[in-house]
């Protein structure tokens, strides 16, 4: 990976020049250029051949001065000590713009969990929990789902942090299913959010979104719901991609068939079989599409120097986490791509895990109309407030979205009497 596509240096360039922007105290902007605490742990797992593997995980408690430390679990086989790092930071400025009492962490497991059976990844997912337990908590840390992790590997970790302590503590975990403690609506809500936040970007710059043409990167749970919602809203999703292929159709797709086709195989490798489409080559040709919309919704570090410039998207919803390097953003800005940025467009799954807690705490549930309110207002502050400080300071509104957190995080640790 080069220097400039290490996700954790992009996350501390892209808090530097908020820094400098809004000439933050030396003090604070150390503290924020570094995690708070993190922890390496080696996982052995019994394989079904009857041999003993070792994985390596990570857990980054980046900065829990709003409150406790919440984030995902990463389960892939490019995971990184830096990626979990950017992806702590990111959650920790994410937790802000959204204005919810909490601070930013995140997990990870280097391992390929296409290539494991369910006997090993639920001892996988039990024995991180073994190695990280005593490390989390419902005020310390919570984790949530992430890149090839869903609410089943939830519920084993929330089971065996039961068996650690002696009793069962929904409140260290989110995302877990309905049944044992989850919130409806957490599994889409992190796509409602992506959509509430073009719903008002389309406002913005005067899109019209019945029509407005669609290409999404990453079918899996945040890329699938927002291609369905936007499908919903009368938008045309002409481009599809996962890492079994990219697929153009100008036609637009059948959102709930594609679904059903990666439930069925795994990924959408094969679709153009089933239905009329073309196969991309490279995939990420769906990146430069002619479309108005572009929703990355995989990885980090897709939009680099290399093809911003091909971007023809006039709007850039970032439903992943990290996809934009810095280098690439200063090409989109004098483009004029509108860029709704990853920590503000998918705010919609941590607020939602933030619910998943409150009704936990008070053992009183929610209807899933009640979240999906809730969950709009939010966005929809969230959204306007990070617009109009990025005009406020003439900056991106990445740039405004820093702006917005780091204030906020800042603010908090100086009550807190950290500096
Ligand atoms: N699940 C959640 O609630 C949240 C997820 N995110 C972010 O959204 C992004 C996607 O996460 P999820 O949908 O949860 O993960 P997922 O595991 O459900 O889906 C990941 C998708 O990305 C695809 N993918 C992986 N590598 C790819 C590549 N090289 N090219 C094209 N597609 C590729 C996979 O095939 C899959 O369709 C990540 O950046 C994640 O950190 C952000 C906020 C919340
Ligand atoms: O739901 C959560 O707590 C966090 C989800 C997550 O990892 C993210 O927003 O990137």
Not at 225 to 235: M, P, R, S, V
Not at 240 to 262: S, T
Request: charged share 25%; hydrophobic share 40%.
């Amino acid at each position: 990976m080069s220097e400039t596509l290490n996700p954790f240096k992009m996350a501390q360039a892209q808090l530097d020049e908020a820094a400098r922007i809004m000439n933050l105290d030396e003090d604070i902007h150390a503290i924020l250029r570094e995690p708070r605490r993190e922890f390496h742990v080696s996982i052995p797992v019994r394989m079904d051949d009857g041999k003993l593997k070792v994985f390596k995980g990570f857990r980054v408690q980046y900065n829990d001065a709003r409150g406790p430390c919440k984030g995902g679990i990463r389960f892939h086989p490019g995971e990184t000590i830096d990626t979990v790092r950017a992806l702590a930071a990111w959650m920790t400025w994410k937790c802000a713009v959204v204005n919810i009492p909490l601070g930013g962490g995140k997990g990870g497991v280097i391992c390929d969990p296409k290539e494991m059976s369910m006997k090993e990844l639920e001892q996988l997912s039990r024995n991180y929990i073994q190695a990280i337990g005593r490390y989390i908590g419902p005020e310390i840390d919570v984790p949530a789902p992430d890149v090839y992790t869903n609410p089943q590997i939830m519920a084993w970790m929330a089971d065996e942090y039961a068996k650690i302590r002696g009793y069962y503590a929904p409140g260290v975990i989110t995302g877990k299913p309905v049944a044992i403690g989850g919130s409806l609506g957490r599994v889409d809500a992190t796509s409602r959010g992506v959509l509430y936040t073009i719903r008002e970007a389309a406002k913005k710059i005067g899109m019209e979104l019945k029509g407005a043409t669609v290409a999404i990167q990453g079918f899996g749970n945040v890329g699938s719901y927002a291609a369905k919602f936007l499908a919903e809203e009368g938008c045309k999703v002409v481009g599809i991609a996962d890492i079994g292929g990219a697929f153009y159709n100008p036609e637009g797709f059948d959102i709930p068939k594609a679904m059903d086709y990666v439930l069925e195989n795994g990924t959408l490798e094969g679709f153009n079989n089933v239905v009329n489409c073309e196969q991309l080559t490279p995939p990420e040709a769906i990146l430069e599409l002619d479309v108005d919309i572009l929703v990355p919704a995989a990885l980090e570090g897709q939009i680099t120097e290399k093809n911003a410039d091909k971007v023809k998207a006039k709007l850039l919803a970032e439903a992943a986490n990290g996809p934009t390097t810095p280098e690439a953003d200063k090409i989109l800005r004098d483009k004029g791509v509108f860029v709704i940025p990853d920590f503000l467009c998918n705010a919609g799954g941590v607020t939602v895990s933030y619910f998943e807690q409150v009704q936990g705490n008070m053992n009183f549930f929610w209807s899933e109309e009640e979240v999906r309110e809730r969950l709009e207002k939010i966005m929809k502050n969230a959204f306007w407030a990070v617009v109009e400080t990025a005009e406020k300071y003439n900056v991106d509104n990445r740039m405004g979205a820093y702006i917005v957190s780091i204030a906020r995080v800042a603010e908090a640790m100086k009550l807190r009497g950290w500096v």
